[in-house]
């Protein structure tokens, strides 16, 4: 269990190596993180809040389950539909290669045939033009955003409210996979902090169980690198706070073939044999990893919602 001194001598070090950091946010990061130990003194099952030692596919213990199944009822209420989900963030998000090879029945489950009940669920949801959760382009995960986009009023068809609302307003989804960050590091890091907190605190209001992921390596720069890392920490600490799941992505990737990037240095690697395959040789890219996760992950919650 980290002490108070323990937080206190990680924040100084990290005062002293990042001097662009603002002093709110600073002690936001202080605050964040002695919530975080009082959470895990209170609930022996929170995870934690370290990308190195948080689990990929999130606990899902009675704090959490608490949180959930109350964001849940509400959005019952609220008429948000248990057979689907909402899909946030930038291209690692908007690209193809993540789900939709599901929604279009292109795939290959291999040995993990426990997936097939979530798929189906999802996928005999139709939505607008056919569509389902997998396979439908979403208005709030846009190539090239950062998370202020999704909050920017006149970037979707609905011309009044965020795109984070209209995406709500427009399919009801009971959950949301949310993971922005990888076009803010090295640009807008104190900005991201602040708008991540206010896409949650939108799906928490409106009854949308957010599944929270944090974000791959970002080597491009030195400043990008050391971001990520501080996102990664913010994302686990900010699931911790809101007692909702987070998905570890960036913990999955380590031990792939480059971290699971493709030549790009940016984007996930895809199998040569699609996205969606989950046999073992493709399960040594990311954006296979990445849509196998998420869908051990939304199982896993509906089975306990269920």
């Not at 056919?130 to 909050?151: D, I, M, P, T």
Request: charged letters at 25%; aromatic letters at 8%.
């Amino acid at each position: 269990m980290a002490t108070f001194s323990d937080i206190k001598e990680m924040y100084i070090f990290r005062e002293r190596s990042l001097k662009g950091l603002s002093l709110v946010m600073i002690t936001l990061a202080i605050v964040s993180a002695m919530v975080a130990c009082e959470t895990k003194k209170t609930d022996p099952h929170a995870q934690s809040a370290d990308p190195k030692l948080a689990p990929v596919i999130p606990d899902l213990g009675p704090a959490v389950m608490r949180s959930v199944k109350e964001i849940y009822r509400r959005g019952a209420a609220n008429g948000m539909r248990p057979d689907v989900f909402a899909k946030m963030g930038d291209s690692i998000t908007a690209y193809p290669p993540f789900l939709f090879p599901i929604g279009d029945g292109r795939y290959e489950v291999g040995r993990h045939w426990r997936l097939l009940p979530v798929i189906d669920k999802f996928t005999l949801r139709k939505l607008e033009k056919g569509k389902n959760s997998f396979n439908r382009v979403s208005y709030a995960g846009v190539r090239a955003w950062g998370a202020e986009h999704a909050l920017q009023v006149g970037l979707s068809p609905c011309p009044d409210i965020t795109p984070v609302e209209c995406e709500i307003k427009t399919i009801k989804p009971a959950f949301a996979i949310v993971m922005f960050g990888t076009n803010n590091v090295d640009r807008n890091y104190d900005q991201f902090v602040v708008d991540m907190e206010k896409i949650i605190q939108i799906l928490i209001r409106e009854g949308v169980v957010p599944i929270i992921s944090t974000i791959p390596d970002a080597p491009w720069t030195k400043k990008a690198a050391e971001e990520a890392h501080m996102a990664n920490r913010f994302i686990l600490e900010m699931a911790q706070r809101y007692r909702v799941p987070a998905l570890n992505y960036w913990r999955a990737l380590q031990d792939l073939p480059d971290k699971g990037i493709s030549h790009d240095g940016v984007h996930p690697s895809v199998a040569p044999e699609g996205s969606g395959v989950f046999t073992p040789e493709a399960l040594r890219y990311g954006h296979n990893v990445r849509s196998f996760t998420f869908l051990q992950t939304l199982g896993k919650l509906t089975a306990a919602l269920d």
